[in-house]
């Protein structure tokens, strides 16, 4: 057993492979676990202990907290954690979350999120003002992390309008300020998936994924005679996601756009970028990678790399996923006792 530090995440997104990168460090486990998963969890040995709960967000009462606390609980913060709640029940949580809970609000919050790529130097797509603005293709994306649903493509104001009155019609958004408008960017989808550890100021490229979205990647398997005549907004909900490699002379590039976020993170929102994070983007005709969306804590696309990932490989001479590397973060900092650097 490492410590006595209980390593601790919500029963979703990349879960399995938190806990599993946690016993495979020495550490104890518990799973905060909606009733209706437990059969699921308790399938799997690496998991010590289950917390059950009706809904996620009894996290934030006071019986949940104080069996975390008593565990000695780090909390590891995931996509589910985001959207389940908002950022400040997230930042009013006093059982110690790993990384930088204050960051998460940057991610939530589509305005923070642009100045973060923007003094980060990232060469983002334009976002618009208005619907008055359209020209060419831009995507209505939702705020907060919506996982891609009720997202669509539009080219004209009218076009917009039209689908925006479908979906407020549907229930799924209010009105315009629902709405945050982007400039499409063309290109092959990569998710970036970094470490980086504060501990000795260093930067790690871990993997990358692409991500399988319903209904949009299904769109290429029906004719464009049919496509016509559906009526229907396709959407961009993730299902799942797929190993990449990229060209090796991209990797340079990549480091310094992961140094770069890193460098602004730590300028902008005290302490920094600490742990997991992922840049979110397309490689044009000249594999120059255009960033929309970033993730300021681990992403589910690592989830393909639990024994380690093509790049993880250059720099462990073991299977090292990205929970696992999480697990190792806490294990050195406790030794060195420098836990609270790596915890918010
Ligand atoms: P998540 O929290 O799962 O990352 P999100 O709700 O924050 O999702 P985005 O990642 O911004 O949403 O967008 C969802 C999907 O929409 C992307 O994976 C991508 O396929 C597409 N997308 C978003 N912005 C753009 C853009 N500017 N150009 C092209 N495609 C985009």
């Known amino acids: 057993m490492c410590g006595m530090t209980t390593i601790s995440t919500l029963g979703s997104h990349c879960a399995l492979q938190v806990l599993k990168g946690a016993k495979d460090e020495g550490f104890d486990t518990l799973l905060v676990c909606e009733k209706k998963r437990e059969r699921l969890y308790r399938r799997f040995s690496f998991i010590d202990d289950l917390v059950l709960v009706d809904s996620f967000k009894e996290i934030l009462e006071p019986k949940t907290r104080s069996r975390l606390k008593e ?60 619907p008055s603005d359209i020209v060419g293709l831009v995507i209505a994306k939702r705020h907060g992390a919506a996982g891609g649903k009720g997202y669509f493509l539009a080219t004209s104001k009218s076009d917009y309008e039209e689908k925006r009155d479908k979906l407020i019609v549907q229930g799924i958004i209010k009105g315009d300020a629902d709405l945050y408008l982007q400039e499409y960017a063309f290109g092959v989808s990569a998710y970036l998936q970094y470490f980086y550890s504060p501990l000795d100021d260093k930067l790690e490229f871990f993997g990358v994924d692409r991500r399988y979205e319903s209904d949009i990647d299904g769109l290429g398997r029906i004719p464009s005679k049919e496509q016509i005549g559906i009526d229907k907004i396709p959407s961009f909900n993730v299902v799942g996601n797929s190993p990449l490699v990229l060209r090796e002379s991209l990797l340079d590039e990549v480091y310094s756009m992961g140094e770069r976020f890193v460098e602004a993170a730590r300028r902008l929102v005290s302490p920094g970028m600490n742990g997991p994070f992922c840049l979110e983007g397309v490689y044009d005709e000249n594999a120059k990678f255009t960033t929309f969306e970033f993730s300021s804590r681990i992403v589910a696309g690592t989830n393909l790399y639990v024994e380690g990932s093509p790049y993880s490989a250059f720099l462990y001479n073991e299977p090292m996923s990205m929970g696992r590397r999480i697990a190792r973060e806490i294990k050195n900092a406790e030794k060195e006792g420098r836990l609270q650097q790596v915890v918010t």
């Open 71 to 130: 565990r000695q609980a780090v909390i590891i913060p995931h996509g589910t954690l985001i959207s389940q709640m908002d950022s400040s029940q997230i930042e009013s949580l006093d059982v110690p979350i790993f990384g930088n809970k204050w960051i998460l609000r940057w991610e939530s919050d589509r305005n923070m999120k642009e100045k973060l790529m923007v003094e980060s130097s990232l060469h983002i797509p334009r976002s618009l003002a208005s």
